[in-house]
């Protein structure tokens, strides 16, 4: 029933109730007032007509019995009604208001705690039952708010990780050949041409800065990068790679063995993306390797194999286990993300490829593949 049907309900059938044993009560104090306290005996002396009535002192008791019993006819009837009114009202509580509002106030308790694992059971349908619904649908939306905006955190997170670790790799690059051009006109052995070619690589560069930042200001998730595929000669690729691992590998004092395989062809490739993948496994191989890190760059004008391997410890075995995620890394240093294998992972896979990583016997071996045509 509805809240109002049933307090009508129950009002009815407890002033019906109420109506009997006020009668009842009514009924017994008369009978038992004219038991315990007459009014006087009617005496017929022998056949006269005179009738001696012959009444009870007021203060004898029966008199006050009867008092009594009189006040008790008034104030039985008043006393039932009032506690079937204190009835009504318990009953009314206990059967419709309790429960609900037990459940509203424990669920509204939780959500001011930032619990929202639970359910709010709508156990009637009355407007209380109707308003834990409402509650519960509430809580759900809350909880769909809350992980929606968790995700978006954590998208967030992982898109400002790749931005700083991406950004990373080009800024070294340019320091690299700023130093070089630097030491080449304070020595004066640098020509023209050369310094040049510096200025073009830092120019090439510069832009390519530009183009990320634009791009990662633009976008919310790291799933939404967008590749920029063009034809390009296999041997200019080759060139800058070339140029890149001279400049990152500048300072780290250890060996880089590049090898390729000639090809006089062109392929279709987002060259930002591959040097992206490729910077970063260069990177990751230089940073754990002991000495040397060799890498192999060939294509054969549909698939593009890169791979880089090092001289180091290898990977975790849990590592390998797992596979490659966000935000893990090999080691505890505070200054690197754990996102350049998870970045060129999700950049080989919008170039149709993949990442592998495995130990040699060596040291860690990683090879990307994307698809070039």
Request: charged residues 20%; glycine residues 6%; proline residues 3%.
């Amino acid at each position: 029933m509805r809240l109002k049907k049933s307090l009508f309900a129950i009002a009815l059938a407890n002033s019906a109730i109420a109506l009997i044993l006020s009668l009842l009560s009514f009924w017994g104090c008369m009978k038992l007032n004219s038991f315990l306290a007459p009014e006087g005996n009617t005496l017929f002396l022998y056949a006269d007509p005179v009738i001696v009535a012959e009444t009870s002192d007021p203060a004898s008791p029966p008199h006050e019995i009867s008092i009594f019993l009189s006040v008790l006819q008034i104030a039985l009837p008043a006393l039932i009604y009032t506690l079937a009114l204190f009835f009504t009202s318990s009953l009314f509580y206990r059967l419709k208001l309790q429960k609900p509002l037990d459940i509203l106030t424990k669920g509204a308790s939780r959500i001011m705690e930032s619990n929202l694992d639970f359910t709010i059971e709508a156990d009637s349908r009355d407007e209380l039952g109707k308003l834990c619904a409402a509650f519960e649908a509430m809580r759900k939306e809350l909880l769909s708010n809350n992980q929606k905006l968790w995700r978006q955190t954590q998208e967030r997170k992982r898109l400002n990780a790749a931005f700083s670790h991406n950004l990373r790799n080009p800024v070294t690059v340019l320091k690299g050949c700023a130093k070089l051009a630097r030491q080449g006109v304070l020595a004066d052995t640098i020509d023209r041409e050369q310094l040049a070619e510096h200025l073009s690589l830092m120019e090439n560069y510069t832009d390519r800065i530009q183009r990320y930042v634009e791009t990662m200001s633009s976008i919310q998730r790291l799933e939404e990068i967008p590749l920029v595929r063009e034809t390009t000669p296999w041997k200019d690729i080759v060139a800058a790679f070339e140029n890149m691992l001279r400049f990152v590998g500048a300072d780290s004092g250890k060996q880089i063995y590049f090898e390729t395989k000639p090809w006089s062809g062109t392929v279709l490739v987002d060259s930002s993306v591959l040097f992206q993948i490729g910077e970063n496994l260069v990177t990751n191989a230089l940073r754990f390797a002991r000495e040397q890190v060799r890498i192999s760059c060939f294509t054969d004008g549909k698939l593009l194999t890169l791979s880089v391997t090092d001289d180091g410890r290898g990977f975790p075995q849990s590592y390998l286990q797992s596979g490659i995620r966000p935000f893990q890394k090999g080691t505890e240093d505070a200054e690197h993300f754990g996102m350049g294998l998870y970045t060129s992972r999700l950049l080989a896979g919008k170039h149709g490829g993949i990442v592998t990583i495995q130990n040699s016997g060596t040291g860690a071996a990683v090879t990307a593949l994307l698809q070039v045509n």
